[in-house]
């Protein structure tokens, strides 16, 4: 290792004697990264379903479920702006004490903080505090993302084969159909099995329980490659060491910026068809119960995992470039339509599944190269601690205030808003990926 490398810790040496002279083979990073990935959107994702289903009704009674669930999103914000803010704080335990010490901190309080929420009293036993120590769970949500981060997707990256590097970019995304699978069967199948008292009473608390075994899971998945001395090798090799904040914005401040606005299209359409259909069904659907929803959305993002990978073959074949640009023009005509017809998601069931299959298969192929797209500008030196912020910023910019931005418009001006907020999403994107010539020439 570096002159610059901290020095091991216990628990690395621990894993280290563990591991043995395990070599790290590629599809053993592609599990790793999938596991990682799948249970930090998991966390996400049960937050998010709640804010809807369970939220407005135990932390928030004292308003109408409008109210109540737009407050509920204020709160859901609060990890994306926080995420930065842990990037910044786990990089330096990095530099410090190791990635492995980062790592591990990091999913212990993912996983702690989501599973706490489970144990919370309602709004009713303690009043507003039960609403500020939700809000406080949030962002210890939102710092543990942040320090989440393990290297494992750039260093799948940058060992890939030139002409299969779009394959090897979409396999971390794959984590994100599979996390909102795992959180939407446990919410449907308590929906679909409980009363609504029951539900509210306890229901909702089991997949907030399960988020700390299931990081503790992805934890392991991820040390018995972070602790093996080739693991570390294949590190410095590459030089995917974190670097200071301030040395990365003196050096690219501009690609941070630019690469946070391509994937925009991606990120706006990311809650528009995860968290806001089913605030907009428990809030105006006289038809269709969540829990029936929460199985068409099971069945969406299958079809938006396939789609992701489905990505990684188009861009191996005409570059992840124009891979991004065919996916975010796809997205802007589907904006234009939601907002020439936009009923279509109204009480009409088949309409519902359309939109939402349409929009996860949009996702799935637009998601499924962002990563490549926020770190290709990035050299070595900056592209550990680089890729992590400018994936922070994107969600925060794209994604983070979606749902209750969505929701609002919706409610007060007509569906047909989501179209135009979502083609916003799909312009940045674009005029990102044409003004950029520096991407023109890496993808």
Partial sequence: MSANTPTVTGLERDAQQAMGDHKVHPNEIAIGVVIG?????????????????????VFFPFVDPLKGTLYAFSIFALAFIARPVGTVLFMA??????????????????????????????????GISAVYILAGLRILQGLALGGAWDGLASLLAMNAPRERRGWYAMIPQLGAPLGFMVASA????????????????????????????????????????????????????????????????????????????????????FHLVTIFPIAWLALNSTTRSPGEFLIVQFSGAIVCA?????????????????????????IGFFAVGSIIAPLLFGESAIGQTIYVTIGFMLLGLAYGQTAGAVSARLGNRYRYTGAALTSDFAWLLGAGFAPLVALFLSQRYGLAMIGVYLLSGAVCSLVALFTDRSEMRQM
């Fill in 37 to 57: 990935r799948a249970s930090e959107y998991f966390d996400f994702f049960v937050f998010g379903i709640a804010c809807v289903l369970v939220f407005p009704k």
């Fill in 93 to 126: 335990i990095d530099r410090r004490h190791g990635r492995s010490v980062k790592l591990t901190t990091a999913l212990f309080l993912l996983g702690g903080s989501t599973a706490a929420v489970s144990f919370l009293p309602r709004y009713d036993s303690i």
């Fill in 186 to 269: 446990l919410f449907a199948f308590f929906l679909v099995n409980l009363d609504e008292a029951d539900f509210i009473d306890w229901g909702w608390r089991f997949p907030f329980y399960c988020a700390f075994t299931i990081n503790v899971v992805a934890l392991f998945a991820r040390l018995r490659l972070v602790a093996t001395d080739e693991f570390a090798r294949m590190m410095d090799l590459d030089r995917l060491r974190p670097v200071p904040a301030l040395e990365l914005f003196r050096h690219h401040a501009g690609d941070v910026v630019r690469g946070a606005f391509v994937p925009l299209a991606a990120f706006a359409l």
């Fill in 306 to 330: 396939g789609a992701v990978a489905a990505s990684g073959l188009i861009a191996d074949q005409i570059g992840r470039r124009n891979c991004l640009i065919m996916s975010s023009s796809l």
